[in-house]
C-alpha cells in the first residue's frame, strides 16, 4: 500500500528555516513525481514544489529562490528545505505522488497519493 508520512514542521520566527521530511513506503520513489503542496487557512491548496521522476524539478514564483527539493532514493525520503521563511508561508504542507510517465511533474492536479500534512508556522 502507497503511504507518504510527512514531518519537520512546526513554529518559526521569519527569516527562519525548516526542513520537512516525506518518507514513502509501498512505492518506488524514482517512478513517480513527488510533490509539496500546502494550504493557508482560508486558501485553497496550491502546489509549491516537485521532482520529476526524471530529476527535474519545478517550484512556483513565489518560493523560488527560497525552497529547495531533493530527494534520497535509498531512503525513500523527499525533502523540502525552506530558507528567509515568510509569515506568507504559514499553511499546513502536504507531500504527494503520482506515477506518471511523463516528463514535467508541474501537473498539479494529476497527484493523487497524499500524505496526511504537518504545519508550519511562521510568526514572531
Known amino acids: 500500500q502507497e503511504q507518504l508520512v510527512e514531518s519537520g514542521g512546526g513554529l518559526v520566527q521569519p527569516g527562519g528555516s525548516l526542513r520537512l521530511s516525506c518518507i514513502t513506503s509501498?512505492?518506488?520513489?524514482?517512478?513517480?513525481?513527488i510533490g509539496w503542496f500546502r494550504q493557508a487557512p482560508g486558501k485553497e491548496r496550491e502546489g509549491v514544489s516537485c521532482e520529476s521522476r526524471s530529476g527535474g524539478s519545478y517550484y512556483v514564483d513565489s518560493v523560488k529562490g527560497r525552497f529547495t527539493i531533493s530527494k534520497d532514493n535509498a531512503k525513500n525520503t523527499v525533502y523540502l528545505q525552506m530558507n528567509n521563511l515568510k509569515p506568507e508561508d504559514t499553511a499546513v504542507y502536504y507531500c504527494?505522488?503520482?506515477?506518471?510517465?511523463?516528463?514535467?511533474?508541474?501537473?498539479?492536479?494529476?497527484?493523487?497519493?497524499w500524505g496526511q500534512g504537518t504545519e508550519v508556522t511562521v510568526s514572531s
Open positions: 504527494a505522488a503520482v506515477r506518471s510517465l511523463t516528463y514535467y511533474c508541474s501537473a498539479f492536479d494529476t497527484y493523487n497519493i
Open positions: 509501498g512505492l518506488t520513489v524514482p517512478n513517480y513525481h
